[in-house]
């Protein structure tokens, strides 16, 4: 008995995150939960960036052409770029020194897109980035 209730509490939490994780949607909600100590969270959607958590910017602050986005933080930040489209690819990459590891394509297309890529900043330094599949699109990391 004490099996199978953590059998169906283990698959409840699994449909949950699924439900939770695997909902697409247009536009991402305006806020969520703080980050992690140690981390950062940055929406990358159709046109825009938005500030999800964990930068010295204020939560929820967004950026449009031709607007930047700026995301300030301290060196050994994970970054956790979170893809929200529905409609177009979108892979970030640097412009410029210093430099970090471009992301794979997230196609929304593919039945299993790719919808993270994670970069830990350990030196302090400006790192600019941009959608590369629509350069409107653009940010830059602060490490301090």
């Known amino acids: 008995m004490g099996c199978r209730l953590i059998s169906h509490s283990a698959l409840a939490l699994l449909v949950l995150a699924v439900v939770a994780c695997g909902t697409d949607r247009e536009e991402a909600p305006s806020s969520t939960p703080g980050c992690a100590p140690g981390t950062a969270s940055i929406l990358v959607s159709d046109g825009y960036l938005r500030n999800l958590c964990g930068c ?4 929820g602050t967004s950026a449009a052409w031709p607007d930047t986005l700026t995301c300030t933080l301290p060196a050994g930040t994970h970054v956790f770029f979170r893809y ?11 412009v410029g020194t210093p430099a970090f590891a471009t992301s794979p394509l997230s196609d929304p297309q593919k039945e299993l897109p790719y919808r993270v890529h994670a970069v830990v900043f350990d030196t302090a ?20």
Not at 84 to 94: E, L
Not at 125 to 139: M, P, Q
């Open 84 to 94: 929200a489209s529905v409609s177009r690819s979108q892979q970030i990459g640097s």
């Open 56 to 59: 010295n910017e204020a939560p």
């Open 125 to 144: 330094g400006t790192y600019e980035f941009r959608d590369l599949l629509d350069s409107s699109v653009a940010g830059r990391i602060v490490v301090l």
